[in-house]
């Protein structure tokens, strides 16, 4: 005890002692707090990397949303294409002319066909009888026989 207590007399000694006082106390603290936060949330990610990630993930999604989209379009032209294609081979089948072949209806082949058959029969060429007459006509062109019709008397 060779020191000998030293009385403060002014402001601005004792604002310097407890200056240090205070420096070493916030640095326990904070170290303290520090390490305990670290602890709790160690293996968390930072809230710059949340949302680094949340962009991606965005970005993820939409181009997601786009996929689906595309594929929703060609799934319904590879569709199309199917009933289009099954369309015209029953109608060459059935004997349908191809400019016929997109009149008909349904959604699955035994539709079609059914609908097919029955649009042929409607579209199968009607025989006519012909009209024979006991005048003999080869070789004659219309006019010649509008002629010949209209005068009786005259021979061919």
């Given at each position: 005890m060779s020191e000998e207590f030293k009385a403060i007399e002014t402001q601005e000694a004792l604002d310097a002692i407890i200056k240090n006082r205070l420096e070493r106390n916030t640095k326990s603290v904070?170290?303290?707090?520090?390490?305990?936060?670290?602890k709790k949330y160690e293996g968390w990610i930072s809230p710059d990397d949340a949302k680094k990630s949340a962009?991606?993930?965005?970005a993820l999604t939409e181009k997601l949303k786009a996929?689906?989209?595309q594929v929703a379009d060609l799934?319904?032209?590879?569709?199309?294409?199917?009933?289009s294609s099954a369309k015209l081979k029953?109608?060459?089948e059935t004997g349908?002319?191809?400019?016929?072949?997109?009149r008909?209806?349904?959604s699955t082949e035994e539709e079609l066909r059914k609908d097919a058959e029955l649009l042929a029969k409607f579209a199968a060429p009607q025989h006519?009888?012909?009209?024979?007459?006991?005048?003999?006509?080869?070789?004659?062109?219309g006019v010649e026989q509008a002629f010949y019709a209209k005068n009786p008397e005259l021979k061919k």
């Open positions: 904070t170290d303290s707090v520090t390490a305990e936060v670290a962009d991606q993930i965005a996929s689906e989209t799934t319904a032209k590879i569709s199309a294409n199917e009933i029953i109608a060459l349908l002319p191809s400019a016929l072949a997109e008909l209806t349904g006519q009888q012909h009209r024979f007459s006991s005048e003999r006509t080869e070789g004659l062109s």
